[in-house]
């Protein structure tokens, strides 16, 4: 039976590999859309083509990384950059791309996807929850769900709504942000898809802001 190495595209931005499945399992799951859920790792999933273990220097060149670094953290232990409206992105309007300090290699630990979502808090919620739908469908994983106040904003005005699927300890993170009036100032709303490996997401509990 043919066997296929490919790339099922999710419509919101997010792709999985899968790898070696069979032509014929695989029309019948499209065609009649079975319950049958698939094993992956973190590393099957990638934004605007990006997974965690890449190097950044396969996407984009030494100038652009070194240009576009961003003073995000407070604490050094890992370097981001930010792309606004890169040539190459063609699903988000911002990719943000982290990698430890020093690496050599800028491999990728931290990987952002963000939409802008400007004053359509609601419309941000309704995508997300077809992100987070098509993550369940393709792992079978459970996401953990919870809004709260955005600890950015002083006045406790602005809000988030996350889901998290968690992957053998990495993490995928479909976020909506909700910005006040004041923050909207210097911010815009947005949804954000953010794939962390578990040392990255180690490294945010430390408070690094």
Same mark, same amino acid.
């Given at each position: ?6 790339? *099922?595209? *999710? ?5 999985? =590999? ?32 990006? %997974? ?17 670094? *961003? ?66 469908? *393709? ?17 406790? =005005? ?21 910005? %006040?009036? =004041? ?27």
């Amino acid at each position: 039976m043919l066997l296929l190495t490919t790339i *099922m595209k *999710m419509g919101n931005g997010i792709n999985l =590999k899968i790898s070696n499945i069979s032509l014929f399992f695989f029309l019948i799951l499209f065609l009649f859309k079975t319950s049958v859920s698939y094993s992956s790792t973190i590393k099957d999933f990638t934004i605007e083509g990006i %997974s965690l273990g890449d190097s950044v220097l396969n996407f984009f060149s030494r100038e652009e990384i070194l240009n576009n670094k *961003m003073n995000y953290y407070k604490k050094d232990d890992y370097i981001t950059i930010g792309l606004d409206n890169h040539p190459s992105l063609k699903q988000y309007d911002w990719l943000q791309i982290s990698y430890k300090k020093n690496d050599k290699n800028f491999i990728v630990e931290s990987l952002d996807g963000v939409l802008s979502f400007d004053n359509d808090y609601n419309g941000c919620l309704k995508k997300k929850s077809e992100i987070v739908l098509e993550i369940k469908d *393709m792992t079978g994983i459970e996401p953990k769900e919870y809004e709260d106040k955005h600890r950015g904003d002083p006045s406790g =005005k602005s809000k988030f709504s996350n889901s998290e699927f968690y992957i053998d300890n990495d993490v995928i993170v479909i976020s909506c942000i909700d910005w %006040s009036k =004041k923050m909207e100032e210097r911010y815009f709303d947005h949804l954000k898809v953010i794939i962390n490996s578990s040392e990255f997401s180690n490294f945010l509990r430390s408070n690094p802001y």
